[in-house]
């Protein structure tokens, strides 16, 4: 079967850097995504990546290494806006989405 | 075009009721998929179409749920002889070819008393 590991909760100060671990266990793996949910919102998309490394857009960060079953998501100058769930999820060959069950990011001032 | 939209946004049924959820995708996008969520979880996939053609069920989806997506564009998710354990978000989502990207829409979440 398929799993993923996340911490459910991150708690940082307004500007820090905070890192989501996420490690997978899963056959045809294609690429790990990463979404972004606030409280009684909708998942948006925030990275993709099928290759190893790193893949940087603006403040945040996704980095894979296939070869470890190993991904993170790194957000940087934390703002209070980011306070939310993050959420990898194992994307399979058309697109299907296996997420897991999120970590809970809290931005204090 | 304003994005992934569904209705209703919010249902309260009673157990035993049928309940049926709509899904307008954004236009271009060719493949839709419905995913239900719990509080505190991720996202779980049901269901996933490539224009008209239903491809992949879950296991989770019992025979009570079924889906449609007539001509390629917006799609219904039923579910029979609701049970609360129904109760959930139901999230539909709409991508290109690909997948990599997929586009939420709000939800449709679903109380069953």
């Known amino acids: 079967g398929q799993s993923l590991e996340q911490p459910s909760e991150v708690t940082a100060v307004e500007g820090a850097i905070v890192q989501i671990n996420c490690t997978y266990q899963?056959?045809?793996?294609?690429?790990l995504s990463w979404y972004q949910q606030h409280d009684g919102g909708a998942p948006t998309f925030l990275s993709y990546n099928a290759l190893d490394g790193l893949e940087e857009t603006g403040r945040f960060s996704s980095f894979l290494s296939r070869s470890d079953s190993y991904g993170y998501l790194l957000l940087q100058e934390l703002q209070m806006k980011d306070s939310a769930s993050y959420f990898c999820a194992w994307a399979g060959s058309w697109g299907k989405l296996q997420f897991g069950a999120g970590t809970q990011v809290v931005v204090t001032p | 075009d304003t994005g992934v939209s569904q209705d209703p946004r919010h249902k309260i049924t009673k157990r035993g009721q049928n309940v049926t959820f709509r899904c307008d995708p954004i236009?271009?996008?060719?493949?839709l998929y419905w995913y239900r969520q719990t509080l505190g979880q991720g996202p779980e996939f049901l269901t996933y179409f490539q224009n008209e053609a239903q491809l992949e069920k879950s296991r989770l989806l019992s025979d009570r749920f079924s889906a449609e997506r007539p001509k390629g564009s917006f799609s219904t998710l039923e579910i029979q002889r609701t049970e609360q354990g129904d109760s959930a978000m139901y999230l539909c989502?709409?991508?290109?070819?690909?997948?990599?990207?997929?586009?939420f829409g709000p939800g449709t979440r679903l109380l069953v008393l």
């Open positions: 989502a709409s991508s290109l070819t690909g997948g990599e990207t997929q586009y």
């Open positions: 899963t056959s045809g793996f294609y690429g």
């Open positions: 236009s271009e996008h060719n493949r």
